[in-house]
């Protein structure tokens, strides 16, 4: 079956501190992956996406996330955190011919410490 | 250019009631698509279209309704509200083209509350 999972539903961190949020996927064919960044009553955001090529894939804002198949992961990290990066984070799983059904992780909530 | 809009951005309805859900995009997007988010549950696709005049489910259809007339409108209507569709309703867009393109752009959203 096809799923995305993101193990944490909420992490919190000190502003300045690292940030790494997990996002594991199952998918029958090649995966095409996204974390989209949902501030607070607003709608969601593309922060980076993969498709092909480097592994390692950098988006706005500073983060940056890494592709490992063996893993079937697509981990988002942040080397340092700021304030406004308190959100919801989303990863998703689709492919070329389907975006429109993306499979949608649960999400996980991030809040940073002053 | 204003990207994916929304409105209303809120509001209440009483079990029974119908409503329409307006969206729009001033981007040429082919691709238009509903979704619902309810806590613990995530996003899920609700209905979608691949250009104006086609339209088809997606894995929470019943309830709703939707068309397009038009590429740039794409409305979802409630035929009789019931508690359960008590939800924040995002609408979003995206170019036909395949690869790297593949962005969906998403509206602020529509809070509803069906009491």
């Known amino acids: 079956a096809q799923s995305v999972t993101q193990p944490d539903i909420h992490i919190t961190v000190s502003e300045g501190a690292s940030l790494e949020l997990r996002c594991n996927y199952s998918?029958?064919?090649?995966?095409?992956l996204f974390w989209y960044v949902q501030s607070p009553g607003q709608g969601l955001q593309l922060l980076l996406k993969?498709?092909?090529?480097d592994t390692l894939v950098q988006g706005i804002k500073g983060f940056e996330a890494e592709f490992k198949r063996s893993q079937s992961s697509f981990n988002l990290r942040k080397p340092s955190v700021h304030w406004s990066d308190a959100a919801e984070y989303f990863c998703?799983?689709?492919?070329?011919?389907?975006?429109?059904?993306?499979?949608w992780g649960l999400g996980t909530s991030l809040a940073v410490n002053p | 250019n204003a990207g994916v809009t929304q409105t209303p951005k809120f509001q209440v309805l009483k079990t029974g009631q119908s409503m329409t859900l307006q969206c729009a995009q001033d981007?040429?997007?082919?691709?238009m698509s509903w979704y619902r988010q309810d806590p613990g549950m995530g996003l899920r696709l609700i209905h979608y279209?691949?250009?104006?005049?086609?339209?088809d489910q997606g894995e929470v259809p019943n309830g709703y309704n939707v068309s397009r007339s038009t590429t740039e409108d794409f409305p979802l209507r409630l035929l009789s509200a019931a508690p359960s569709q008590t939800s924040v309703y995002f609408c979003?867009?995206?170019?036909?083209?395949?690869?790297?393109?593949?962005?969906?752009?998403f509206g602020p959203g529509t809070r509803l509350t069906v009491t």
């Open positions: 979003a867009s995206r170019k036909k083209a395949s690869g790297s393109s593949n962005e969906q752009y």
């Open positions: 981007m040429n997007h082919e691709y």
């Open positions: 279209s691949v250009g104006a005049g086609i339209t």
């Open positions: 998918y029958g064919a090649t995966p095409y």
């Open positions: 993969y498709f092909s090529g």
């Open positions: 998703a799983v689709g492919n070329a011919g389907n975006n429109r059904k993306l499979i």
